[in-house]
């Protein structure tokens, strides 16, 4: 059975950084991309950021140049690394295992203080 383990969240002061991440309890090569998506409180749950089974990353425009997909083939991990965080990056993080099916983690909450 697939099993994915979010860790890092935490509370932040604005402008500080954080690392998230996901462990997965198979490789992680058998999936087509590894994902972390973000909800805050009243939205949908949104896209953050992907790295696909060949190494391409892609990222929302909202986080651009301050949050970081990688990934650590040997310790099947995903990781999330995000600086500069602002208030309105408060949310629950969530890592997504996509393949014909989708596996997702009970997420890690991530608060940002102005």
């Known amino acids: 059975q697939v099993q994915l383990v979010e860790s890092g969240g935490g509370l932040v002061q604005a402008g500080g950084s954080l690392r998230l991440s996901c462990v997965v309890s198979?490789?992680?090569?058998?999936?087509?991309?590894m994902n972390w998506y973000r909800q805050a409180p009243g939205k949908q749950r949104e896209l953050v950021a992907t790295?696909?089974?060949?190494?391409?990353?892609n990222s929302a425009d909202s986080v651009k140049g301050r949050f970081t997909i990688s990934r650590d083939n040997a310790k099947n991990t995903v990781y999330l690394q995000m600086n500069n965080l602002k208030p309105e990056d408060t949310a629950v993080y969530y890592c997504k295992a996509q393949a014909s099916g989708n596996y997702w983690g009970q997420g890690t909450q991530v608060t940002v203080s102005s």
């Open positions: 790295i696909t089974k060949a190494g391409s990353t």
């Open positions: 198979v490789s992680i090569f058998n999936f087509n991309a």
